[in-house]
């Protein structure tokens, strides 16, 4: 999710000129944007990251072959840069897309002055990015094992350590000019929402070789929009790409009284509107809330603190409405979970007592409370680690570890975990036991590590809490160089494997952070992605037991998130696995 190679908080980049941004593009450059993320990206090449906040702007900038009906629900694949929906033979295991002739990638140096048409390599090359060990890509597991011929070219790299993007794949073939074919290894329908997940937008290889490492601070796609300031861990810059092909909003509604006014207020214009996006970087949940009330974000989620001020109960209170300002409650298909580093030499391991103190530290953990201090009610308890809206999910599943710090106790004493005079526990070999907790420094971390100080004091075990920044965490973390530390998940595409492959073995450090191998889990896993969709829930209720068996992670809640749009915004509406929406958007003059 971070990549980091530069001392990132000086360094600002001018991308590209602004002056000629809007030759052809319908948007217009006094229409700006202005976002808020409550946490950095870590660059822009999404081979090596699955920061969501990376992955946000880079939705706006490259542009995989299938995308997602904005307003559809259940969600819908359309094409995006490709003609057509793919051509599906040999009962789901080869698929050929035909791609739109014309479509251009920004200018950029790489291209040494010459116009770069968007062709069927470049999506070859892309996966092949994808496969190649030394990009270490988290979204690996979505192909692993899956397209004919690729795990011997893989082998051979990490034999040679080196990667032939020559070599021929035989699941990976550009037919023609425009033309690409994905051959499997085995029948999966699920495999078109695969390659709508961003990290599958076409790259072309003259921009990788020019910039070298420092791709991901120089995205080149051929998206809505294109980076033109970048001030890492500060702000975001992006302008309407000036040869984008465009669109015409024309979607339908779902029926819902919202979709209605989306569409009669869109229906017909010529998209892009939006001429400028800038995104802000505000940690401080206090300071993001103020930005909005002040007229500086054009929307926003809800921040917890801000919760009573806003809604009464689950309702806009009346002097918002009276604004203009709309209100779009949405659960997310997501969860939120806490990693215990399984290498790590202190909670890490399959020792039955190394196992029992990940578990007593997830019986002390009150998710109701949690609930009630840390999102104001906004959340919801997440029994299974797939969310509602993606396959997998039963809503009738429970839990097996719920809060019970005596049981915690127990077991701790048990296990060898004595205490002290202090009244805090040590390890059975008699060295006191500390965890080290990872946060950020917002008011919901210290909200947050109050928690778990109160929880973990009720069991006897200190705790240390190291304020750090998410980009840096995260780092860490893909590096399984931490002992515990927080995260949330949302579906890159509607399958419980997007969810399930964060715990696969081969996974770790690459998108598994807790660093969890487990030869249970990983032939679960194996065995349900060999499986139609349909067939696989069992396996995946088997993989959550195994999960709460061994506590490399615990499962928290899913969040409700209240986004809240001021009156000149139009078309607004969040997705449950597009991350952004701008290029759907308008801003119109409010009369006051």
């Not at 024309?250 to 214009?269: A, C, H, I, R, Y």
């Not at 998209?271 to 929307?299: C, H, N, T, Y």
């Amino acid at each position: 999710m971070k990549l980091k190679i530069f001392k990132l908080a000086i360094l600002s980049l001018a991308i590209t000129s602004v002056s000629c941004a809007f030759a052809q593009t319908p948007a217009q450059p006094n229409k700006i944007l202005h976002v808020a993320y409550e946490a950095p990206d870590d660059g822009f090449d999404m081979v090596k990251t699955t920061n969501f906040y990376s992955g946000s702007i880079a939705e706006a900038i490259f542009e995989p072959l299938l995308k997602y009906d904005y307003l559809a629900r259940p969600v819908q694949l359309v094409p995006y840069t490709a003609e057509s929906l793919p051509k599906v033979e040999q009962d789901g295991k080869v698929y050929t897309f035909k791609i739109k002739p014309g479509i251009y990638f920004t200018n950029d140096p790489a291209f040494k002055g010459k116009r770069r048409e968007l062709v069927a390599e470049d999506y070859v090359y892309a996966i092949k990015r994808i496969l190649d060990p030394e990009n270490r890509a988290p979204s690996v597991s979505f192909i692993d094992g899956k397209l004919l011929g690729a795990d011997a070219v893989v082998a051979k790299a990490k034999k040679t350590g080196k990667f032939d993007y020559a070599a021929p794949i035989a699941g990976v073939k550009a037919l023609d000019r425009y033309t690409l074919q994905l051959t499997l290894t085995r029948q999966d329908f699920n495999f078109p929402y695969i390659l709508a997940y961003i990290a599958f937008g076409g790259v072309a290889k003259e921009v990788v070789d020019y910039y070298g490492d420092r791709i991901g601070m120089h995205p080149v796609g051929t998206g809505p929009y294109m980076l033109s300031k970048y001030v890492p861990r500060s702000k975001v810059e992006l302008v309407a790409n000036p040869d984008y092909r465009g669109f015409v909003w024309n979607f339908k509604s779902t029926g819902t009284p919202w979709d209605n006014q989306l569409v009669k207020e869109m229906s017909g214009k010529k998209m892009p509107q939006i001429g400028k996006v800038v995104v802000s970087i505000i940690e401080e949940q206090q300071s993001r809330w103020l930005a909005f009330q002040s007229g500086q974000l054009d929307f926003d989620r809800l921040t917890a603190d801000a919760v009573p001020q806003a809604l009464d109960g689950n309702q806009l209170k009346t002097s918002f409405q009276k604004r203009g300002i709309k209100h779009f409650p949405y659960k997310e298909p997501e969860i939120t979970y806490t990693m215990m580093n399984m290498r790590d030499p202190v909670i890490g391991g399959f020792s039955p007592e190394k196992i029992a103190l990940r578990r007593a530290i997830t019986l002390a953990y009150d998710q109701n409370e949690s609930i009630r201090q840390v999102y104001k009610g906004q959340a919801v308890r997440a029994e299974m680690f797939i969310p509602e809206g993606v396959n997998g999910y039963n809503p009738k599943y429970k839990s097996s570890v719920g809060y019970n710090p005596l049981l915690a106790n127990k077991l701790l004493d048990y296990y060898g975990y004595k205490k002290g005079v202090d009244g805090y526990r040590n390890l059975p070999n008699g060295k006191p036991l500390v965890l080290k907790i990872n946060n950020e420094n917002s008011s919901a971390s210290v909200i947050l590590s109050e928690l778990w100080k109160k929880n973990l004091d009720a069991i006897g075990i200190r705790a240390d809490f190291k304020v750090s920044n998410f980009a840096d965490n995260l780092k860490a973390a893909t590096q399984c160089k931490y002992m515990i530390w927080g995260g949330a998940w949302i579906a890159d595409y509607p399958e419980g494997d997007n969810f399930a492959q964060l715990l696969y073995g081969p996974n770790a450090g690459q998108g598994n952070h807790a660093c969890y191998q487990s030869k249970t889990y990983d032939t679960l896993y194996n065995q349900a992605t060999h499986l139609p969709p349909q067939q696989r829930l069992p396996y995946y209720e088997k993989l959550n037991r195994q999960i709460e068996a061994d506590n490399p992670w615990i499962v928290h809640v899913t969040r409700i998130r209240n986004w809240l749009i001021r009156p000149q915004v139009q078309g607004f509406k969040p997705h449950p696995m597009m991350n952004t929406n701008w290029q759907y958007l308008d801003i119109t003059p409010v009369k006051k």
